[in-house]
């Protein structure tokens, strides 16, 4: 029984290691009271399907120092106005998803 009990366990934590993304891994790691493994996860999930890896590094980083999300915005670049745009559409389709 132990056994069963070890395997289902190592399992979920696997799965989790394994969808642990930029993301999630910073929505984790933010220290906000609503995050949560299953909200950060979902969060991860439609990261997944919406933006490059690269753009979810750079996203990441919001989440550590909320100003670059409000100099990236502001700029008059047009590829921050373009990873700008393609945040956005993260963030409104992970509100839609995800509860937030």
């Known amino acids: 029984m132990k056994m069963i009990l070890l395997a289902f366990v190592l399992t979920i934590l ?5 969808e ?4 999630g891994s910073a929505c984790l790691r933010s220290g906000n ?4 493994p299953a909200l950060c996860g979902c969060i991860q999930r439609v ?3 919406t933006l ?4 979810q590094r750079r996203a990441a980083g919001f989440f550590q120092d909320p100003d670059k999300a409000q100099e ?11 990873f700008w745009q393609r945040y956005s559409n ?11």
Request: proline share 2%.
């Open 20 to 23: 642990a993304g930029p993301i």
């Open 52 to 55: 490059q890896r690269a753009d």
């Open 33 to 36: 009271s609503n995050a949560s």
């Open 90 to 100: 993260f963030g409104t389709a992970a509100a839609a998803n995800c509860g937030g």
């Open 72 to 82: 990236v915005r502001m700029s008059k670049s047009d590829d921050d106005n373009a």
């Open 14 to 18: 696997c799965a989790s290691l394994v």
């Open 47 to 49: 990261a997944d399907l």
